[in-house]
């Protein structure tokens, strides 16, 4: 097993190494810090749009999760995008609050298509955008940004299912874990716990509390591939800074069906603690197929 960083979490880029379908990309040697999520988002989005030239970008926990005059957050982070071809925007959260701040930032790019909508996006999305209403040569990214719990496993499956054809949807998937055990633990209510079903699907819960890190996002690399069908399947490990104790905080796994997505990701992954390329920089580095 290759090592990331010296900390004793197991890297994730061997997760799903075991596959000898799985596409393979570069070893990465540094770690991107929690606060980096929404920049390592864009910079990836940023690369993807370039092989694309369109796109449609789906969130369903889109309100912002930090101080905004701070941090950008994610949907705000893509829109600022340059070039500006994602035209789509399907921007989903429960709270008033935070669909004050989505409608706020519609109104600041009138020149794109938000659609915004309140409500539990377990119920809500699947009616806004059912099964097939993504067109087949629509590239589209969707973004699962919860917390711990919110997003149940029925979701990923509707989003597997949005395009007909191929390729599918390409998901990116916030798997909690510093705090997750607690989180498991904490649980004692019948309420709790068919949340946590709910959001697992049909593995036993707890069973899959008593699992470790890297067990816990190999099981949901293998949901992805073997329940979903993805080509590629990989959990990126997102760390908090050294100095507040350098603990792995959170995988974003990374379910997809283009040979060259994982690459980009690497990429971008490798490019978030660096300053952004030019435009320029960008179009010439696909001459060298991105890994
Ligand atoms: C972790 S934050 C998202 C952070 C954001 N992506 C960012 O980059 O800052 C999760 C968001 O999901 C919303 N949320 C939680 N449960 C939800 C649900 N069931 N349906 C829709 N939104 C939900 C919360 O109100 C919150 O705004």
């Excluded at 705090?179 to 707890?206: H, M, N, V, Y």
């Excluded at 060259?260 to 696909?286: C, H, N, W």
Aim: aromatic share 12%.
């Amino acid at each position: 097993m290759t090592t990331l960083v010296d900390w004793d979490e197991p890297p994730l880029f061997d997760v799903a190494s075991g596959n000898p379908r799985e596409i393979k990309t570069k070893e990465q040697k540094k770690p991107v810090w929690s606060e980096n999520k929404a920049e390592l988002i864009a910079r990836y989005l940023r690369l993807f749009v370039f092989i694309t030239r369109h796109g449609t970008y789906i969130d369903p926990f889109a309100g912002p999760q930090t101080d905004r005059s701070v941090q950008a957050w994610t949907a705000q982070s893509v829109l600022l995008n340059e070039p500006k071809w994602f035209r789509n925007f399907f921007l989903f959260d429960k709270s008033s609050n935070q669909i004050a701040h989505l409608r706020k930032l519609s109104r600041e790019h009138e020149d794109r298509n938000l659609y915004i909508h309140q409500g539990d996006s377990n119920l809500v999305l699947p009616s806004i955008l059912p099964v097939g209403s993504i067109r087949e040569r629509e590239a589209t990214f969707c973004l699962l940004d919860q917390r711990t719990f919110e997003c149940e496993w029925q979701l990923c499956e509707h989003i597997a299912q949005l395009r007909p054809g191929a390729t599918k949807v390409e998901q990116f998937y916030f798997l909690a874990n510093g705090w997750l055990p607690r989180s498991l633990k904490g649980t004692s209510t019948p309420e709790g716990e068919q949340r946590i079903t709910a959001w697992l699907g049909k593995e036993d819960w707890r069973s899959f509390a008593r699992l470790g890190s890297f067990e816990r996002a190999e099981t949901f690399v293998n949901k992805f591939k073997y329940e979903l069908g993805y080509r590629s399947v990989k959990a990126w490990p997102i760390y908090q800074r050294e100095k507040d104790g350098g603990k792995l905080m959170y995988y974003m796994i990374h379910a997809t069906d283009h040979p060259e997505a994982p690459k980009l990701m690497a990429r971008a992954y490798a490019q978030t603690v660096k300053p952004l390329p030019s435009i320029d920089q960008l179009s010439f580095g696909f001459n060298g197929a991105g890994s």
